[in-house]
C-alpha cells in the first residue's frame, strides 16, 4: 500500500534555481525520510525528520513536516546537474515495534545545465 | 563506510526457475528489507526481517519467499520465478534512529 505521495511526477528547472518538492501521506507517522536514487541505481539516505519535529536542514537540503495536514517538502537549494535524478519520501508507522518505511511512487527532477 | 552489497547487478532467469537473490550488511543492522520497484508504482516491500531467523511478509509477498540464517545476510527467493517478477530488486538495512542502507540493486529479468 502507498503511503507517501510525492508532487510534482516530475520537475525540470535551470540550473542554480531551487526546487521544491511535496509529500502527503494517509496515517500516523513516527518519522518521514527522504531518498534520492540516480537513474538505475540504488537508493541514497538524505534527511530524516521526525514527527515532533517541524523543519530540519543538511547543507542545501531543507525539509518541512506538518503533522496536521500529514505533509512534507524537501527544498534543494542552488540546484547543480549532479542533482539530477528521483526523489522519494517515505514514512515510518511502527507496527508494534516492528518499524518499517513505506515509499512513495517519487518525483523525478531534472537539473538543465 | 558502511555497505550493503547484492551479489547481482543484473540476472536473466527462465520461468520456472529457482532464483536466489543474496544481500549482505557490514552494519550489525538487525532490520533488513527487500523491496521491488516497478515503474509508476515506487518501491514496495515483499518482506523485512527483524533478526535472525525471523520474517515478516510485506505488501507484496506472494511468489516469494526469505532466508536469514545469519545476521548480515538476508536472502530473497523466488521459488518459480514468472516474467511478472520481472523487476528492479532492492535490500536495505536501517533503522529509525540513521535511515536505511540500501545496496545498488539487482535488475532481474525473466523470459
Known amino acids: 500500500s502507498q503511503q507517501g505521495e510525492e508532487d510534482p511526477q516530475a520537475l525540470s528547472i535551470q540550473e542554480g534555481e531551487n526546487a521544491t518538492m511535496n509529500c502527503s501521506y494517509k496515517t500516523s507517522i513516527n518519522n518521514l525520510q527522504w531518498y534520492r536514487q540516480n537513474s538505475g541505481r540504488g537508493l541514497v539516505h538524505l534527511i530524516l525528520?521526525?514527527?515532533?519535529?517541524r523543519e530540519k536542514h543538511s547543507g542545501r537540503l531543507r525539509v518541512t513536516l506538518d503533522t496536521s495536514k500529514k505533509s512534507s517538502s524537501l527544498l534543494i537549494t542552488a540546484s547543480r546537474a549532479a542533482d539530477t535524478a528521483s526523489y522519494f519520501c517515505?514514512?515510518?508507522?511502527?507496527?508494534?515495534?516492528?518499524?518499517?518505511?513505506?515509499f512513495g511512487t517519487g518525483t523525478r527532477l531534472t537539473i538543465i545545465p | 563506510d558502511v555497505k550493503v552489497t547484492q551479489s547481482s547487478r543484473y540476472l536473466v532467469k527462465r520461468t520456472g526457475e529457482k532464483v536466489f537473490l543474496e544481500c549482505v550488511q557490514d552494519m550489525d543492522h538487525e532490520n533488513m528489507f527487500w523491496y521491488r520497484q516497478d515503474p509508476g508504482l515506487g518501491l514496495r516491500l515483499i518482506y523485512f526481517?527483524?533478526?535472525?531467523?525471523?520474517?515478516e511478509k510485506g505488501d507484496i509477498p506472494e511468489g516469494y519467499s526469505v532466508s536469514r540464517e545469519k545476521k548480515e545476510r538476508f536472502s530473497l527467493i523466488l521459488e518459480s520465478a514468472s516474467t511478472n517478477q520481472t523487476s528492479m530488486y532492492l535490500c536495505a538495512a536501517g533503522g529509525q534512529l540513521y535511515g536505511y542502507t540500501f545496496g545498488s540493486g539487482t535488475r532481474l529479468t525473466v523470459v
Open positions: 517515505a514514512t515510518d508507522s511502527t507496527n508494534f515495534g516492528n518499524e518499517k518505511l513505506t
Open positions: 526481517s527483524y533478526d535472525v531467523k525471523m520474517k
Open positions: 525528520i521526525r514527527s515532533n519535529e
